[in-house]
């Protein structure tokens, strides 16, 4: 039997490197995006944004670059990606709604109804984007009604567990694979997909539709709570005058805890986690169940504390004003190894800053030209030693491994004074203070 054709629908973050993978495990891949720009960067085999390993697939993959298997290529043809694949996957963004909790559905109606009407054949549409629950019920019936080939063009359910800086592992060597099924047929295919991780002792769960959405949903519910957890115990420790950091590694060494992201700094930001879990609560509230999930306003309400808890911070250590003074921001990406600077708290730190009158200059390993797009009215800097160049304190807030292998002595050389705020917890404050720094830490001890 002739292994499946596969299509991509939305070529951002999630699809591309979905694309990618899946040429890279031996099937044909056709993708689309309805952005030009997009979709030229792809088809030289460049990635649309930074992740490390993805623009190496590309290139091995892309039809016409020089090397490639040939085993990738783009569309902007609904009619093209219809005749062309077995299983399309729905890999559009789910943005926050505007001014309101709930996950905008628009990208993924739109391209259900764009795809659904060409199905002439048996097809399986399986969806990857995160969606309230309810959604793939809703869907699943809104394309057997469009469709030529009514019943026979299937849907399925495949939440996507990307990690940025970790989504190329991720997609080929997965934690577990989840899918949610109508019937026999949508299972067949997706294990034929899914062979090379399964082989290699990947877990393949197979569920119903409500349960493969919630998954992701509670699995980033789950998460978040973690890290404002122990920012919460921050709070505490800086009333009580204990040290957050030893507090979270004596607590991490309980296994039924585990130490993973339990370190606490100025929280959790990006494209999925804060939307996530808002989404979460209004689907919930939808629902009836909104009592089950109060408790998520409280995560997000201690993880937008803590950016303002950061600005208040560098107020104190400038002696109480911030007008005029300058800062220097290490940092623009909600976490490194990404150019992604949606929701990112360090991004948002130093725009609030600014905003109450510093001079605030900003220097990212990777996110330097998204943070401009958001924040232009901000000074940048080609380097860490270039932003802290006269600044009156330096602020850490992405935990890039760049700033962790700074020189305190040389840093200290260019600024107008040796004041830090560590923003992620990463740093070592020995090392620091023993250069003659004033470091002071979310959650920690002042010496």
Known sequence: MASPRITVIGLGYLGATHAAAMAELGFEVLGLDVVPEKMRKLEQGSAPMFEPGLEELLRSHVAGVEGSSGRLRFTDSWEEIAAFGDIHFLCVNTPQKHGEYGCDMSYVDRAVDSLAPHLERPALVVGKSTVPVGSAERLAARIAALAPAGADAELAWNPEFLREGFAVKDTLHPDRIVIGVGGPRAEALLRDVYATPVAEGTPFLVTDFPTAELVKTSANSFLATKISFINAMAEVCEAAGGDVVKLAEAIGHDDRIGRKFLRAGIGFGGGCLP???????????????????????????????????????????????????????????????????RDSPALNVAGQLHLQGAQVTVYDPKGMHNARAVFPTLGYAPSALDAARGADVVLHLTEWAEFKELDPAALGDVTAARHILDGRNTLDPTLWRKAGWTFRALGRPTL
């Open 275 to 341: 939307k996530d879990i808002r989404a979460f609560m209004a689907r919930a509230g939808e629902l009836g169940a909104s009592e089950a999930l109060t408790f998520l306003r409280e995560v997000d309400s201690i993880n937008m504390r803590r950016r303002a808890q950061m600005v208040e911070l560098a107020r104190e250590a400038l002696g109480g004003a911030l007008l005029g003074k300058r800062i220097a921001v290490l940092g623009a990406t909600f976490k490194p190894d990404s150019d992604d600077v």
